[in-house]
């Protein structure tokens, strides 16, 4: 926004205000459908929650999908609920916005139509049906007016915007393999489970094989889903119908990977139902708050305090293990060292007076050589390099450097008999088994 260079800390400073925002809204959206203390204990939910930080504040390319998703679904709602066309209209905007940024915003168009229809469906006269119809088509119209950039790309080379995700729903054509329908189905009623029950994704994006949410959190968000069944569809079975319709459909972006069912459910595909989830366990904390609360002979306003305190305290403290104990040692364990790497290349290039050429050959599941490029300060350098390319750099003459993964025999062959006058050696890396080669080719 201001023209700085472009750094982690400058992004997760971005993200984190960015954050703010999706935080206020979540606020503002729980006070609309229920009251301002859900609103409010939801918005501490999605602050402080395992789930929503590593997405949106990781640099992980999902920083602005909660941001832009909440401003889009709370005019939507205040739109359905108070009559209002400038709230439709401003959610129209946001989606499209939000369609420019990740494709997860795919499926908020069905969700924005099903939920005009669904508090419209009362019996009405032909005038008030023909103005629902006539919102739904100035909604679509706004999102395509905003949209239009990515329908310039999309019409521009279509097969390359379609084609990642037409890879992840073709079915895999091999003997006995099931029909497309039978496995999203599948998907999404193992989806069902992501927040309590077990997730998929890779050390890069989550925790696999455990629950999206710390257990307290999980606890609650049970309470408060059958406090939205039983006592929440007797009093409003519109906004119970429409939290149950938010948490299924924004499962979906992770349940349409029919190619690669083993991926689904996945925390960054479906980070949209976290909203939904943060709200119905706000509930689920504040009925049991207000339950034991009767049961403490102390000044009502005191103990709900003190009780909400040490819960939130207790949430706190979990996701604060999860993010900094067992997702940092797994990703340290998993990833390669970027910042080392940025190092030795900086470091050499130093030595040279400014003047050389570095390179990271490139290999399966290795690093990623824009995060080294990021770190090295110069983001938009292409420090990538294939093995078939290496004979070209010959002609460049000055100074040059190889990062090279220690299996790839290939890369350091074909480097030894194009330079060989030139110098490999190991790099000692911090983390055990994350050594690298330094292949130096001089002038």
């Known amino acids: 926004l201001f023209g700085g260079e472009l750094t982690f800390t400058g992004l997760k400073i971005a993200y984190a205000l960015a954050g703010l925002i999706s935080i206020f809204y979540l606020f503002k959206l729980g006070a609309l459908l229920f009251d301002k203390a859900t609103g409010l204990v939801a918005a501490l939910l999605l602050g402080v929650g395992f789930w929503p930080i590593l997405q949106q504040r990781a640099v992980l390319g999902y920083g602005l999908v909660l941001p832009i998703l909440l401003p889009a679904i709370y005019y939507l709602f205040k739109a359905v609920k108070r009559n209002n066309l400038t709230s439709l209209l401003l959610s129209a905007v946001f989606t499209g916005l939000g369609l420019l940024t990740n ?24 005038n008030t049906k023909i103005n629902t119809a ?24 279509p097969e390359a915007w379609f084609s990642p995700v037409l890879n992840s729903i073709r079915t895999p054509q091999s003997p006995g393999s099931q029909n497309s329908g039978l496995i999203f189905f599948k998907n999404l009623l193992l989806a069902t489970g992501i927040v309590n029950w077990s997730n998929r994704s890779s050390w890069v994006d989550g925790i696999a094989n455990r629950g999206a949410v710390d257990w307290i959190t999980a606890a609650f968000l049970l309470v408060g889903l059958s406090l939205l069944v039983f006592s929440g569809w007797k009093e409003n079975k519109k906004n119970a119908l429409s939290i149950v319709f938010l948490y299924l459909l924004f499962l979906i972006p992770s349940a349409i990977s029919i190619a690669f069912p083993q ?7 479906a980070l949209g139902a976290v909203v939904p989830v943060a709200l119905i366990a706000a509930k689920g904390l504040l009925y049991v708050v207000d339950r034991l609360g009767s049961l403490i002979r102390i000044d009502s306003n005191y103990k709900k305090v003190f009780i909400s305190g040490l819960f939130l305290l207790l949430i706190c403290i979990g996701n604060y293990r999860l993010i900094t104990k067992e997702y940092a040692s797994q990703y340290q364990a998993s990833a390669w060292n970027a910042s080392e790497m940025a190092q030795v290349i900086k470091r050499y290039d130093t030595g040279q007076r400014g003047i050389s050429y570095a390179y990271i050959l490139g290999y399966p599941h290795w690093v990623d050589h824009r995060a080294v490029s990021i770190l090295m300060g110069r983001p938009h350098e292409n420090l990538s390099l294939n093995v078939s390319e290496i004979e070209s750099t010959i002609e460049i003459v000055i100074p040059k450097i190889f990062i090279v993964n220690p299996f790839d025999k290939e890369s350091i062959s074909t480097l030894q008999s194009t330079y060989p006058n030139g110098v490999i050696s190991t790099y000692q890396s911090v983390t055990p088994e994350k050594n690298f080669l330094i292949f130096i080719a001089g002038q």
């Open 134 to 157: 006539l919102r739904i088509v100035l909604y679509v119209l706004f999102v395509l007016v905003v949209s239009l950039p990515l329908l310039s790309v999309i019409l521009t080379n």
């Open 263 to 269: 991926e689904n459910p996945s925390l960054s595909k």
């Open 103 to 126: 494709k997860i915003y795919l499926v908020l168009p069905l969700i924005s139509i099903l939920i005009v229809v669904l508090y419209k469906s009362k019996k009405e006269d032909d």
